[in-house]
């Protein structure tokens, strides 16, 4: 079953982003350090998003499965003409981002998130954007999100957000010897 999701998320990177037409940007090391720079800087020192004080939080690191999420996202905006966080054939974040192998089995806990912008052209413009938005601002802030992934399609930005909580080692040995049971929650 993992193999066919890798090849439709392969064949959709091959045959969907090139589509896209404009500007296209495959991350780099230089684009992965520059997003996670501007993110992280502020996540450190705190910042009000709207009128809440968000406080300091520990750094984002990137997830290469959130990328392959948003790069999905941002190609099929972009080769479509849309803005939206749903996707024209009905696929929400939470579909992409499983799809792109995000899951959450055997995980304690697990968080999603998702900001779009449309329009910025640079990494700076659209960090400053999304700083100045409380609600795409308490997502750069979250502590549930410690993983991002971003892309960048024609003028489309999507940054996909991941937190996921392993067991401990004494709440897996209980998890194996059947005296814990875990219950899923969608």
């Known amino acids: 079953m993992k193999w066919i999701v890798s090849i439709i998320i392969i064949l959709n990177i091959t045959f969907i982003l090139p589509r896209g037409y404009g500007q296209e940007t495959v991350s780099t090391p230089q684009f992965r350090r520059a997003f996670l720079k501007e993110i992280n800087r502020v996540r450190e020192t705190g910042c009000n998003c709207g009128v809440n004080y968000m406080p300091p939080v520990p750094p984002l690191v990137w ?62 413009e659209v960090m400053k954007g999304w700083f100045h938005s409380p609600g795409h601002c308490r997502n750069l802030m979250s502590p549930q999100f410690k993983e991002v992934g971003v892309a960048f399609n024609n003028a489309y930005w999507v940054q996909d957000f991941g937190g996921r909580d392993e067991f401990s080692a004494y709440e897996q040995k209980m998890i194996k010897s059947g005296r814990y049971h875990l219950i899923e929650k969608e």
């Open 63 to 124: 997830n290469d499965q959130l990328e392959i999420s948003s790069m999905g996202h941002a190609a099929d905006m972009a080769y479509h003409n849309y803005f939206s966080h749903t996707s024209l054939d009905g696929r929400t974040m939470q579909d992409r981002i499983r799809a792109a192998g995000y899951g959450y089995k055997g995980y304690k806990s697990y968080a999603i998130g998702e900001n779009i912008a449309e329009g910025p052209e640079s990494i700076t």
